[in-house]
């Protein structure tokens, strides 16, 4: 059966009191726009379900957890097939964490516990957990487990670290795991692979749909998200 077209959907718009005609023709022009999105952002997220099997991850990445436990990768899905995971810039090095990666991880702990019962969450540092746990208490988030890496392997390779100029990048990953117990494989399902070579002009890299509510809030405003503007720490 074929799909019913944006404009046709779109043209089922109820004009809302006191618009004028000219704010009613755009508004349901963008409508069409809006409703192609959303089918798009679907395209999408298809094609990325039907990835053919990512590379096996065959070395041995190791972890410090909330326990003081030393884990590996496989450790860290619990029940799970799959592993989400959010390598943040807050090494050893910096003072204080990154506020971009502050701002994501802030919405991702107010939805761990749903997320939790589909998939396993883990967020990757290379400070130690005790430092992480600190901030994490200072912005009151409850949920999130945090985690060490434990060397730099899995930071360089997963491109969380430069060699070059030791600058930390954020990484979001996400595992497949197949089998069980010492027979259980990881492999690597998808991670974000944006970088700023392939940034549009002006536009920090980043890929699509946005993971931030921060940004998808104000894109729906009249000033957007602007062009210098980003979250702090503390205000």
Request: neutral net charge; hydrophobic residues 35%; glycine residues 10%.
């Amino acid at each position: 059966m074929p799909q019913t077209t944006a404009a046709h959907l779109a043209a089922l718009r109820k004009p809302l009191p006191g618009e004028s005609t000219a704010y009613g023709k755009v508004r349901q022009d963008l409508l069409a726009e809006e409703i192609e999105l959303q089918r798009h952002i679907d395209r999408v997220s298809e094609q990325r379900r039907s990835l053919p099997d990512g590379p096996l991850i065959e070395k041995g990445y190791r972890f410090k957890d909330m326990n003081g436990d030393d884990v590996g990768l496989v450790d860290l899905f619990g029940e799970h097939e799959t592993l989400i995971t959010y390598f943040w810039m807050y090494g050893p090095d910096r003072e204080r964490p990154c506020p971009m990666c502050t701002n994501l991880l802030g919405p991702l702990d107010a939805n761990a516990k749903d997320l939790m019962q589909r998939a396993a969450l883990a967020v990757l540092g290379r400070s130690t957990v005790e430092r992480q746990l600190a901030f994490a208490q200072e912005r009151g988030w409850r949920a999130l487990k945090f985690l060490q890496t434990v060397g730099d392997a899995y930071a360089l390779d997963f491109g969380g670290l430069d060699p070059k100029t030791g600058w930390e990048w954020p990484v979001m990953a996400v595992f497949k795991k197949s089998g069980s117990g010492k027979g259980a494989k990881v492999r690597l399902f998808w991670k974000g692979e944006m970088t700023g070579e392939m940034a549009d002009n002006g536009k920090d890299p980043r890929g699509g749909p946005d993971l931030s509510p921060l940004w998808t809030a104000l894109d729906l405003t009249p000033e957007g998200r602007g062009d210098k503007w980003y979250p702090k720490l503390d205000y």
